[in-house]
């Protein structure tokens, strides 16, 4: 997905129901959801959760 950010900030990433995501946004709340837990490369976690977009940022 990095390079594919790197051409193309605003092609669609993800689209789940109504609601499109662009690869910036992507990005953006991939690097909101490691600050906020305070996860950084190399580092171990699980997640549980239902099949929603948020579980791919986590």
Known sequence: ?????????????????EQKISYADVIKYVNFYSDFL???KGDRSALM???RPESIFS
Request: no cysteine; aromatic share 14%.
């Open 1 to 17: 997905m990095s390079i594919k950010f790197l051409y193309d900030r605003q092609k669609i990433a993800i689209t789940y129901g």
């Open 38 to 40: 305070d996860i950084e």
């Open 49 to 51: 959760m239902e099949n």
